[in-house]
């Protein structure tokens, strides 16, 4: 009887060991996550500006997943330290998605220039697809979709845009265009673009956006469901105003 008591304690003492290890681990594990570091930027507006609803003042920080939004006469810089920079022109809206070594975001209305210097890829998503750099070497790229349609453009370093199953790459100083354009867009603007060779400076490429006018344009085209995009929907032009 006595070896059967022992015996029961023993396996009861093991069981409370076991269980209030694995209740340590949980809650290190969740402390940890708490602190972990967001990737964060900090933003400099220009006019209205909104983010995730809220009107916005220059020093506001952006973490992952923000929303930014600009009215009619504004324009936003988000500044994200090491990864680069994104710039969002008037009548624009992005949910930024930024993590380690990627500069992304959903652009659902306006235009977004995005510098990122060698090391950081850019992924920027849209109604019509999906437009993207490898991050092998510093790029600026803009993406465009105020015509009701994307437009992609790259100032510097090559670009990769895709459309369902069509594949575009975009060499430095060529447009690739995709979808049906509608010049009767309320915001409906043709961009004005500098030659690679130019070298924008940031403060150059948001006087261009606030401007109305993007400097390079990394695009972006992902696949929506049911989208029929064919190759006579895809041109090449330069961007003349």
Known sequence: ??????????????TLMVAVGSLNTLVMSSAMAQVSPKLSGEMSVRGAVTLNGVNATSGATVLDLGKIKT????????????????????????????????????????????????????????AEGVAATEGKDAAVVSV??????????????????????KVEYVAAGQEVAVGAPNPQAPNCKRMAVA???????????????????GGALVGIIATTQGDDTTSTQLNISGFRP
């Open 195 to 213: 030659p690679a060779s130019a070298g924008l400076a940031s403060g150059a490429l948001a006087a261009l956006l606030i401007a109305g006018i």
């Open 71 to 126: 009215g009619s006469n504004g324009a936003a810089t988000i500044n994200l330290g090491s990864l680069g920079q994104v710039e969002l022109a008037s009548d624009s809206e992005l949910v930024l998605k930024v993590e380690s070594g990627v500069i992304g975001g959903n652009l659902r209305t306006g235009r977004v220039v995005v510098s990122a210097p060698s090391g950081v890829s850019v992924n920027i998503l849209t």
């Open 144 to 165: 465009d979709v105020s015509c009701g349609n994307t437009r992609v453009m790259s100032s510097k370093s090559d670009a990769k845009l895709t459309s369902g199953t």
């Open 1 to 14: 009887m006595n070896n059967k008591v022992t015996g029961i304690k023993k396996t009861l003492t093991v």
